[in-house]
């Protein structure tokens, strides 16, 4: 089955301490990418990835970093985690970039005390 | 420029109506607009979409209008069903700065009473 995973799915944690979401398509998709949902704000790009080794900075990068050393997995950091950054995270990949169908992982629901 | 506003944030309809979310944008580099419907605890996945080229498209009971000149694109919903509760995103993407990206609105959360 053609999908988009992550995990965590819920993660509660504190101030600081740094954490990772991984993400995996099994679609050999070229572009991936990260969102923020948060209310009354709608989806926000973190990063995208055109390729392995090519990572760009979305509209709001700060206190995030990924990586993209396979084509499958695309993981998003983030290495002193805040409460502003309590919110709602999808994985998405594609097989080109914008005017692509965008597949969505199913959600991780981040929680920073 | 770069911004897709939608409206309105939140809608009721009742069953049998039609619902209708509007979207406008400003950027004409952008030349596809997809609608994506999200349902609680799941990720936006595609409904629709619609290139410049067509005033109209038209998938089963969602129907998509697009008028170039006002630079405004729509959904409807015709016969809404409670199942059609949902957010919708609306979305814009195109060549912006020589980088293809989607921009997408803010989301109108649809509720359909039974």
């Known amino acids: 089955e053609a999908q988009v995973t992550q995990n965590p799915r819920y993660l509660i944690t504190v101030t600081g301490k740094k954490l990772t979401v991984t993400c995996s398509q099994n679609m050999n998709h070229e572009y991936m990418s990260w969102y923020r949902q948060d209310p009354g704000l709608g989806l926000r790009q973190i990063y995208y990835s055109m390729n392995v080794e090519v990572t760009d900075k979305g509209d709001v990068p700060e206190g995030y970093k990924v990586s993209r050393k396979e084509k499958r997995n695309f993981p998003l950091i983030l290495e002193s985690p805040s409460p502003n950054q309590t919110s709602l995270y999808f994985c998405?990949?594609?097989?080109?970039?914008?005017?692509?169908?965008?597949?969505f992982g199913p959600g991780t629901r981040l929680t920073v005390l | 420029q770069q911004q897709v506003k939608q409206s309105p944030q939140s809608l009721i309809v009742q069953k049998g109506g039609i619902s209708i979310i509007n979207c406008a944008y400003e950027n004409t580099a952008f030349d596809y607009f997809p609608w994506y419907q999200q349902f609680p605890g799941k990720g936006p996945a595609l409904l629709i979409a619609?290139?410049?080229?067509?005033s109209e498209k038209k998938e089963g009971r969602f129907t998509i209008s697009f008028n170039k000149s006002a630079k405004q694109f729509s959904l409807h919903i015709m016969d809404s069903q409670p199942g059609d509760s949902a957010t919708y995103f609306c979305?814009?993407?195109?060549?912006?700065?020589?980088?293809?990206?989607?921009?997408f609105g803010k989301g109108t959360r649809l509720h359909i009473l039974p």
């Open positions: 998405a990949s594609s097989l080109g970039q914008g005017t692509d169908t965008q597949y």
């Open positions: 619609i290139r410049p080229d067509v």
């Open positions: 979305a814009a993407s195109g060549d912006l700065n020589r980088d293809d990206k989607i921009i």
